[in-house]
């Protein structure tokens, strides 16, 4: 998920009241909140932003700001500058082992007359869970060759999607969670870097998506991965989010959401389903 991360050093800070103001655009923007305090890493990001962009410090970047509309390109730069990509590859293993051995055969059970399959990564960060789940779909599921099978990964920084069509990793990225073998097949080295294959790059359609804001029209999904976002949002946006899951899940899909996560309290349109160490949620009848 792109959330709120943290930074290094202790420069100089933004006083109280400018923190504040750049706390309330990322909400408005993203609807993610930033607690107070973790007002040193707003800092710290932003002294960084700042020198790397030109700037003589913060003062000058705020003076920037003030004289820009919040629709501006610098106002979206510090937003995407405070949203920082959590994710790994296969996160959390069984969520991805329930997908293998039970949730995708159980759908692709069910849509064997219509032969398609909608899915979505939302919040998908840099591009490692979508790419996950590309490959887990070549690696197991062969008969969805000649399927209509569309795999959409979303997430509201365009930086991070920019990463994730680059598609390219260094060795400590790759070394969060890939098997060795998946390695070898699905990546090429390049340079320094290791590049998704090309097959697999074609699997995923990469969308830019605001969770907080107004959805686009989508088809219904047969499966939502929702994992790691809510946690960023307050309880209203928890909600409203939920509510829009609600609308675009298939009367049978399946939503699997992040390790501690849960609709249950904030929406009853949900029910849990348990598989094992995986809880994954389903419509109510």
């Not at 202790?10 to 607690?35: F, K, S």
């Not at 020198?51 to 705020?62: K, P, W």
């Amino acid at each position: 998920m792109t959330g709120f991360g943290g930074g290094n050093g202790a420069p100089p800070g933004l006083d109280a009241t400018e923190r504040a103001r750049v706390c309330a655009l990322v909400r408005r923007r993203t609807g993610v909140v930033i607690a107070e305090d973790k007002g040193y890493l707003v800092d710290a990001r932003l002294t960084t932003f700042a020198s790397r962009e030109g700037f003589a410090g913060l003062a000058d970047l705020v003076d920037a700001l003030h004289m820009e509309p919040e629709s501006g390109p610098l106002h979206r730069a510090v937003v995407e500058t405070l949203l920082i990509a959590e994710t790994s590859w296969f996160r959390d293993i069984h969520p991805f082992e329930s997908l293998r051995t039970r949730v995708l055969p159980a759908l692709i059970e069910r849509r064997a007359r219509t032969r398609t399959l909608d899915l979505w990564c939302a919040a998908c960060a840099t591009g490692q869970e979508p790419y996950s789940l590309a490959i887990l779909l070549l690696e197991h599921f062969p008969q969805l060759a000649d399927w209509r099978v569309r795999l959409v990964a979303s997430d509201v920084s365009l930086t991070m999607l920019e990463r994730a069509r680059d598609a390219s990793y260094s060795a400590l990225e790759m070394n969060r969670g890939l098997p060795a073998p998946l390695l070898v097949r699905w990546f090429e080295k390049a340079g320094e870097r290791w590049r998704v294959r090309e097959v697999v790059q074609r699997q995923v359609e990469l969308r830019e998506i605001n969770l907080a804001g107004p959805w686009p029209q989508m088809p219904a999904m047969d499966l939502i991965l929702l994992r790691n976002a809510l946690i960023y949002f307050d309880i209203p946006t928890r909600k409203a989010v939920l509510r829009n899951v609600a609308r675009r899940l298939h009367p049978d899909g399946v939503l699997l959401m992040g390790a501690g996560e849960s609709p249950v309290g904030l929406d009853d349109a949900f029910v849990p389903v348990t598989d094992g160490r995986t809880v994954s949620f389903r419509l109510a009848a």
